[in-house]
């Protein structure tokens, strides 16, 4: 096939789900699905959208996130405007845009933001199973608290959405928590680290070596298992935390213990950016092979003055769309659908304008009607019905019409049953379609 005809590696059409197609990716009423339970999930806990663009000047991910990492490295989008060349960059995250944000409309200035965004986002990346160069994130944010109330709100609220998609923590996601404590607190452990990784340099790989002066803490996000066994007895941050970031974590931990909700402290957790301090969590799962952080966050109290606005605290997670929707389908958890009640038949083209009458009623009262256009015999209409998903089929027969009535079919449970409803009063039945799933 031509390459217009071919969607950018990496980077992927989200379709119905009654298109076959080979890869496997979530479908849209999966997808839209869980930006419903999304939305009403967030406005519980007062979290307000916002949109930002999906370009940005390039020294904001790099000033942002900082140079010596992943991201920064090797996976942006970046290229000089063809008309005035600015330096722009395809967003690898949100973070970097919201503070930016902040920081222009002084945002900040009525009090503390809690925030959320959903959209694409880009990194030039190996595509794999739940992982590609152009994917979706859900991204929160409380800006200006200093926490750790908030931090453990926004674990919490995670909690809640898994709970609304049928996860259950523990047995399909489980969380994973440390803290980064403060940047003096990470300089010590920082020349220990460096230390302890000279120490052992014959054991280190290319970019382990490369990151040893320049950042160190990044060894410990390392992915290659020859390194895992030496990552594993360095030395840990959190034995060089003071008493006020002990204290911070402290009361992060009673309040999820409260709350019911078990975690482990992983002291390896570092994430991939550099702005993060204190609080740090990750959302994983084990089914998902190597690809199984599903959400991740924290704080980064440094951000804002890093890129040049006023201090302000702030903490937030980014969430991976298809990751997470490739996790509830390959649990095969129960979705509700996005199946019509009502599959309408309409073999005799002369009965069409009452049709539509009788459906726009339906519509009118709620019920989700499927029409079928295009004409066509009754068995083929009938098969369209099937595949549809729809409970109930209306078949508008011309007798049946000139009588002022319509057949009832059921097709799903009790598949056959049957009934003749009066076309002038459809509010006396529409209750019928619309039962139980
Ligand atoms: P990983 O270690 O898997 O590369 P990350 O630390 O780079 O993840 P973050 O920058 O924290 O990821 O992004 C938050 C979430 O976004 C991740 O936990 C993951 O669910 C999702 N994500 C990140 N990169 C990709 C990608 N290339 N494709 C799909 N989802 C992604
Ligand atoms: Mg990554």
């Given amino acids: 096939m031509s390459d217009i005809l071919k969607a950018v590696k990496g980077m992927n059409d989200i379709l119905p789900g009654s298109v076959p197609r080979k890869e496997k990716l979530p479908d849209s009423a999966l997808w839209q699905w869980f930006e419903d339970t999304v939305r009403s999930v967030l406005a519980r806990y007062g979290y307000q959208y916002i949109l930002t663009p999906i370009v940005e000047p390039t020294a ?28 722009l960059t395809l967003r690898p995250e949100a973070t970097a845009g919201i503070v930016r944000a902040m920081v222009e409309h002084n945002a900040l200035y009525n009090g503390p933001l809690r925030l959320w965004t959903l959209g694409p986002m880009f990194r030039h990346e190996r595509p794999q199973k739940g992982r590609y160069r152009q994917f979706h994130q859900l991204d929160v944010e409380a800006l200006g608290f200093p926490g750790p109330d908030v931090d453990a709100e926004l674990i919490l609220m995670v909690r809640r959405l898994w709970q609304e998609l049928g996860l259950v923590v523990g047995q399909h996601v489980r969380l994973e928590l440390n803290s980064l404590g403060q940047p003096e607190e990470r300089n010590a452990h920082r020349a220990a680290l460096i230390a302890y990784f000279q120490d052992h340099a014959a054991a280190l790989d290319e970019d382990a070596r490369r990151r040893l002066h320049s950042n160190p803490l990044r060894i410990l996000d390392t992915k290659n298992p020859a390194m895992q066994a030496l990552v594993e007895a360095a030395p840990k941050l959190i034995d060089f935390l003071g008493a006020e970031s002990l204290a911070h974590f402290d ?30 969590f990750e959302w994983v799962t084990d089914q998902l092979g190597s690809q199984g952080t599903v959400c991740g966050g924290g704080r980064y109290d440094g951000l804002m003055a890093q890129l040049g606005g006023k201090p302000a605290p702030a903490v937030g997670f ?43 009623a339906l519509r009118e009262l709620g019920v989700s ?35 002022g009535q319509v057949a009832l079919k059921s097709l799903r449970d009790g598949a056959g049953a049957q009934s003749l409803q009066p076309l002038a009063a459809p509010a006396t039945w529409a209750h019928l379609l619309q039962s139980s799933v």
Avoid: C
């Fill in 60 to 87: 904001l991910f790099v000033r942002g996130l900082g140079e010596v990492t992943d991201i920064v490295e090797k996976e942006m989008y970046s290229w000089h405007d063809a008309m005035n060349g600015d330096h």
């Fill in 251 to 280: 009361a992060v931990r009673r309040t999820l213990d409260a709350a019911g909700l078990a975690y482990t402290i992983n002291p390896r957790l570092v994430r991939g950016m550099d702005y993060y301090n204190l609080t740090v």
């Fill in 318 to 360: 980014g969430l991976g769309v298809e990751r997470l929707l490739l996790l509830i389908q390959e649990l095969g958890l129960p979705v509700p659908g996005g199946a019509p009640d009502v599959y309408a038949i309409i073999p005799d083209e002369s009965v069409r304008p009452q049709a539509v009458a009788t459906l726009e």
């Fill in 369 to 403: 009607v499927l029409m079928h256009a295009g004409g066509g015999s009754m068995k083929a209409q009938f098969r369209r019905a099937d595949t549809s998903g729809a409970r109930f089929a209306l078949v508008f027969g011309a007798d049946e019409v000139s009588n």
